[in-house]
């Protein structure tokens, strides 16, 4: 019996996860060069911190959590998202009572129980980055430049950002009544009609045609900001203009979690169909309060690798052939050679140069085939004869060129040849 990567997950495999390593590299080091550090959270918390955080009735909490009891009885979820985790690694270790803003990045798999298809898988991987505790458009509009750099960086250029505002505990509520006010009046179905009560932003992001064609004359949040979000978001957007990042003014932008307040924002991208988010996020105000500690005003964004490498591989970013593994590969004929060749390549390691050698005992024609398939740049070639020389010959697998060299130097020989 074989087994299968559980329904919508998959595996990354080199040279792809490789090249997904150099992606998510290119996507956090901008946040890294602005003072973000990096934290790790566990991958299971308590289930109360999404239902509270994430919010029960959002889909993400309703429908898509891994929750399961450990042996003692406890309610654990694999995280869905990694915002709240970091507010409640932040409060739990009180960084909060230190400088502010808090700062920090974190990176890894996220878990939803979704339909997958392309692009929307149950196991993904995000990077994050969240800035806590301080409540200033400057930090809303530097994550957002930052993300967009991050992208730019990888050459991807079919990019929109969209963004919103969502008000605040001032004026979101008078929008969420008007907005339901409107709703109640559609031809909508029973689903949709509870969701109107519990969550009526969430109806607007509703993607069915039919939904859609009700929604024309909305009421949109925009026109219901007090003056306060006014002028912060007024802010946000000239300091994004000043900044050169090109956006979209979106008043439909809503999002899935219930914890955003005031600035949220979208990055799409032209080359992936339906689901084409690469990436979002926004400010919130309230989440910190609602998890039990105080008031600490946050702004945040998670990217999902993998939807910006398809959309890498949408624009035709992704080099053709995977650059070689390993610059030396060593081919041993011979029991004694083999033994040699294990220490010559251990030393070329420590002299840091990558290099690997033929395994299992190969004959030359095997082992030369390994060498070739290796991508390495030079083999290293040590027959019997070649050992009783003290000698070995390097072979530069481009030109196919052949020299012999001293055991003795072939660790300083390689390495010259290599830089
Ligand atoms: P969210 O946490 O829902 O705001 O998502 C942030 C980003 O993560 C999205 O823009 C996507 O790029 C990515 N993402 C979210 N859900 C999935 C999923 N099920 N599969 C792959 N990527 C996802």
């Not at 339909?115 to 200033?136: C, I, M, N, P, T």
């Not at 690798?305 to 004929?333: H, I, K, N, S």
């Given at each position: 019996m074989t087994f299968q990567a559980p329904k919508g997950t998959f595996d990354w495999l080199p040279p792809r996860s490789e090249q997904v390593l150099?992606?998510?590299?290119?996507?956090?080091?901008p946040v890294r060069l602005a003072g973000y550090g990096y934290v790790e959270t566990p991958v299971f918390e308590d289930t109360q911190l999404f239902a509270r955080g994430v919010g029960e009735s959002t889909d993400i909490?309703?429908?898509?959590?891994?929750?399961f009891p450990d042996k003692a009885g406890r309610s654990l979820t694999l995280r869905p998202e990694g915002t709240a985790s970091v507010v409640r690694a932040v409060l739990q270790h009180n960084l909060h009572t230190g400088q502010l803003p808090v700062k920090v990045w974190?990176?890894?798999?996220?878990?939803r129980y979704e339909r997958a298809q392309k692009g929307r898988y149950r196991h993904f991987w995000q990077v994050g980055a969240?800035?806590?505790?301080?409540?200033?458009p400057a930090l809303d509009a530097e994550l957002i430049v930052l993300a967009a750099q991050g992208f730019a960086s990888l050459g991807l250029t079919d990019v929109r950002l969209l963004v919103n505002s969502l008000g605040d505990k001032t004026c979101r509520p008078v929008y969420r009544a008007a907005l339901q006010d409107f709703l109640r009046g559609l031809d909508l179905d029973d689903d949709t009609r509870a969701r109107i009560e519990i969550n009526p932003l969430r109806v607007l992001d509703d993607k069915r045609p039919?939904?859609?064609?009700?929604?024309d004359g909305a009421p949109l949040v925009v026109d219901h900001l007090c003056a306060a979000c006014k002028a912060y978001h007024e802010e946000v957007r000239s300091l994004l203009t000043a900044s050169g990042v090109a956006f979209e003014d979106d008043p439909r932008l809503v999002?899935?979690?219930?914890?955003?307040?005031?600035?949220?924002f979208e990055f799409v991208h032209g080359g992936l169909g339906s689901q084409s988010a690469i990436g979002g996020g926004g400010r919130y105000d309230g989440l910190s309060e609602m998890l039990g500690g105080p008031p600490l005003p946050s702004v945040g964004w998670a990217l999902g690798v993998d939807r910006t490498f398809l959309a890498m591989e949408a624009e035709g970013l992704l080099p053709e052939a995977a650059p070689g593994r390993v610059q030396v590969y060593g081919v041993a004929l011979g029991d004694d050679a083999r033994r040699r060749m294990f220490h010559l390549v251990a030393e070329l390691r420590r002299a840091g140069v990558s290099a690997d050698m033929a395994f299992g005992g190969k004959g030359l024609k095997g082992a030369m085939k390994g060498a070739d398939r290796s991508g390495a740049r030079f083999a290293l070639i040590?027959?019997?004869?070649?050992?009783?020389?003290?000698a070995a010959q390097v072979k530069d697998l481009t030109t196919a060129e052949q020299t012999e060299v001293p055991l003795a130097r072939v660790v300083d020989v390689l390495k010259g040849k290599v830089q």
């Amino acid at each position: 019996m074989t087994f299968q990567a559980p329904k919508g997950t998959f595996d990354w495999l080199p040279p792809r996860s490789e090249q997904v390593l150099a992606v998510r590299e290119a996507l956090v080091a901008p946040v890294r060069l602005a003072g973000y550090g990096y934290v790790e959270t566990p991958v299971f918390e308590d289930t109360q911190l999404f239902a509270r955080g994430v919010g029960e009735s959002t889909d993400i909490v309703s429908k898509e959590m891994y929750t399961f009891p450990d042996k003692a009885g406890r309610s654990l979820t694999l995280r869905p998202e990694g915002t709240a985790s970091v507010v409640r690694a932040v409060l739990q270790h009180n960084l909060h009572t230190g400088q502010l803003p808090v700062k920090v990045w974190y990176s890894g798999s996220q878990f939803r129980y979704e339909r997958a298809q392309k692009g929307r898988y149950r196991h993904f991987w995000q990077v994050g980055a969240e800035a806590l505790g301080s409540e200033d458009p400057a930090l809303d509009a530097e994550l957002i430049v930052l993300a967009a750099q991050g992208f730019a960086s990888l050459g991807l250029t079919d990019v929109r950002l969209l963004v919103n505002s969502l008000g605040d505990k001032t004026c979101r509520p008078v929008y969420r009544a008007a907005l339901q006010d409107f709703l109640r009046g559609l031809d909508l179905d029973d689903d949709t009609r509870a969701r109107i009560e519990i969550n009526p932003l969430r109806v607007l992001d509703d993607k069915r045609p039919e939904v859609q064609a009700q929604l024309d004359g909305a009421p949109l949040v925009v026109d219901h900001l007090c003056a306060a979000c006014k002028a912060y978001h007024e802010e946000v957007r000239s300091l994004l203009t000043a900044s050169g990042v090109a956006f979209e003014d979106d008043p439909r932008l809503v999002r899935g979690l219930d914890y955003y307040t005031r600035t949220t924002f979208e990055f799409v991208h032209g080359g992936l169909g339906s689901q084409s988010a690469i990436g979002g996020g926004g400010r919130y105000d309230g989440l910190s309060e609602m998890l039990g500690g105080p008031p600490l005003p946050s702004v945040g964004w998670a990217l999902g690798v993998d939807r910006t490498f398809l959309a890498m591989e949408a624009e035709g970013l992704l080099p053709e052939a995977a650059p070689g593994r390993v610059q030396v590969y060593g081919v041993a004929l011979g029991d004694d050679a083999r033994r040699r060749m294990f220490h010559l390549v251990a030393e070329l390691r420590r002299a840091g140069v990558s290099a690997d050698m033929a395994f299992g005992g190969k004959g030359l024609k095997g082992a030369m085939k390994g060498a070739d398939r290796s991508g390495a740049r030079f083999a290293l070639i040590l027959g019997e004869r070649d050992l009783a020389a003290e000698a070995a010959q390097v072979k530069d697998l481009t030109t196919a060129e052949q020299t012999e060299v001293p055991l003795a130097r072939v660790v300083d020989v390689l390495k010259g040849k290599v830089q």
